[in-house]
């Protein structure tokens, strides 16, 4: 299988609630070594752009709000199959679906305060790494 990158976000309710080595830890048994790292607070227009697929939806002002209301870790991981590897471990995007032992069952408190984000491609990994992160950031760990 090929190694591969994908972006991760630690969301604030996990960054408050102190489970960011938690998180991380999963990620590494996993078989993901974290390929660059950013412990920032997202904008207002910051999280707005990341977002903007899902500018139409009702959920979108209070996504903003959440993601804004405390710091964030961004993460480039990477590790065979990344993408998938890293959509199984954090579970389903609503906490109540997701099955034992992922990162939402664990952690997440809502489908909106739900811990993580995980790209949904490779071709969305490289888009949305390239929003955060300078191509000199994005080291190779493999
Ligand atoms: P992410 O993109 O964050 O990894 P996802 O791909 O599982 O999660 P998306 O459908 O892309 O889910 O939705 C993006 C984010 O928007 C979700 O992670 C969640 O925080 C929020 N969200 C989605 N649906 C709802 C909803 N019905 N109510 C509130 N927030 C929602
Ligand atoms: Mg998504």
Same mark, same amino acid.
């Given at each position: 299988?090929?190694?591969?990158?994908?972006?991760?976000?630690?969301?604030?309710?996990? +960054?408050?609630?102190?489970?960011?080595?938690? %998180?991380?830890?999963?990620?590494?048994?996993?078989?993901?070594?974290?390929?660059?790292?950013?412990? +920032?607070?997202?904008?207002?227009?910051? !999280?707005? &752009?990341?977002?903007?697929?899902?500018?139409?939806?009702?959920?979108?002002?209070?996504?903003?709000?959440?993601?804004?209301?405390?710091?964030?870790?961004?993460?480039?991981?990477? &590790?065979?199959? /990344?993408?998938?590897?890293?959509?199984?471990?954090?579970?389903? +995007?609503?906490? /109540?679906? !997701? /099955?034992?032992?992922?990162?939402?069952?664990?952690?997440?408190?809502?489908?909106?305060?739900?811990?993580?984000?995980?790209?949904?491609? !490779? /071709?969305? !990994?490289?888009?949305?790494?390239?929003?955060?992160?300078?191509?000199?950031?994005? %080291?190779?760990?493999?």
């Amino acid at each position: 299988m090929a190694i591969e990158k994908t972006f991760s976000i630690i969301k604030p309710n996990s +960054t408050l609630d102190n489970n960011i080595g938690n %998180v991380i830890a999963m990620f590494e048994k996993n078989g993901l070594r974290i390929a660059a790292a950013k412990f +920032t607070h997202l904008s207002k227009e910051k !999280a707005e &752009g990341f977002y903007i697929e899902h500018k139409e939806r009702p959920f979108f002002g209070e996504l903003v709000d959440f993601m804004t209301s405390g710091p964030v870790m961004l993460m480039s991981l990477e &590790g065979e199959n /990344a993408v998938m590897k890293n959509r199984e471990i954090m579970g389903a +995007t609503n906490p /109540a679906e !997701a /099955a034992d032992g992922t990162v939402r069952k664990l952690y997440a408190k809502s489908i909106g305060e739900n811990s993580v984000h995980g790209s949904d491609s !490779a /071709a969305s !990994a490289e888009r949305e790494l390239a929003y955060f992160f300078e191509k000199s950031d994005l %080291v190779d760990r493999f």
